[in-house]
């Protein structure tokens, strides 16, 4: 992958996460539930990077796609820092670049995606 490319997914995904962050809080703050509404005071006195540790099961993740979404921007930023960015996760070859600009979190190659999968039966 070209230089450019990673720093334009960094930018994205970095803008990205900041949105979702955000987000989040308002999902879990309109949330009537009193633990996810102490879990939203607590994360608010607690620094970004350490929220996935504070949140640890507190919540299920299927309802708040917000916190889905910051998962997989975490992930993706985090295999930016350790060169691992941009190869399918499941066949390891290189994601397209094409799937990479529309999606920067995307973590698998159109080979593997689920959704241009045609299953040969
Ligand atoms: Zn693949």
Redesign the pocket.
């Known amino acids: 992958m070209n230089e450019n490319l990673l720093k334009q997914c960094q930018e994205k995904l970095r803008e990205e996460l900041a949105h979702t962050r955000a987000s989040f809080v308002l999902d879990l703050k309109a949330n009537t539930n009193p633990v996810i509404l102490a879990l939203a005071e607590l994360l608010e006195n607690t620094a970004p990077s350490d929220w996935i540790d504070s949140i640890n099961e507190k919540i299920c993740p299927s309802q708040f796609p917000n916190y889905q979404r910051l998962v997989q921007l975490e992930a993706a930023l985090c295999q930016i820092d350790i060169g691992q960015f941009g190869f399918?996760c499941?066949?390891e070859?290189e994601i397209e670049d094409s799937l990479l600009i529309k999606d920067p979190a995307t973590q698998?190659?159109s080979?593997?995606c689920p959704v241009v999968v045609i299953k040969e039966i």
Do not use: A, E, F
Request: one cysteine or more.
């Open positions: 399918c499941d066949c070859q698998r190659c080979q593997c």
